[in-house]
């Protein structure tokens, strides 16, 4: 069973949509630029850039990075992602980190929400003219710094 888009349909090509099975059990991290669907269980860190689905028999202990997520089983750990439904079995036990969460009449959600946080990258520059740095710290006297009085 897997997903079709639109999109891709029009072109002639197959979304693909990776499945963890019931009675499938994976320990580790994962990282995934398509769909998946958890109908076993994970344990670990799961990295996706689309569509999380975890079924009614899915399992998901751990952190969670998805564009969606859609929950009719168990996920406990923190969630970061877009969009996040929980459907009417579904649970999440744990930290949500999102700005679009929807719960649906018998799902479950134990925890505390929190707003979407992007992951940020920060680069390290070199000052290019480290003497400027130099001629502003001679125009501080020393009789006027706290260390010397």
Do not use: W
Not at 69 to 85: F, L, S
Request: charged fraction near 30%; hydrophobic fraction near 35%.
């Amino acid at each position: 069973m897997g997903f079709f888009n639109k999109q891709s349909a029009a072109t002639g090509e197959l979304a693909t949509t990776t499945i963890i099975a019931q009675g499938c059990n994976i320990k580790g991290e994962l990282k995934l630029e398509c769909d998946i669907q958890v109908d076993g269980c994970i344990e670990g860190k799961i990295r996706l850039e689309k569509l999380l689905v975890v079924s009614q028999s899915g399992r998901i202990e751990g952190e969670v990075f998805a564009d969606k997520m859609i929950v009719g089983g168990i996920i406990k750990g923190k969630c970061y992602a877009n969009t996040i439904e929980i459907l009417e079995n579904g649970k999440i036990e744990g930290d949500i980190y999102c700005d679009d969460l929807s719960i649906a009449r018998g799902g479950k959600f134990l925890g505390s929400t929190h707003p979407e946080q992007k992951e940020q990258v920060v680069e390290l520059k070199q000052d290019k003219k480290p003497e400027k740095k130099e001629e502003s710290n001679k125009a501080i006297p020393k009789k006027a710094t706290a260390a010397n009085a």
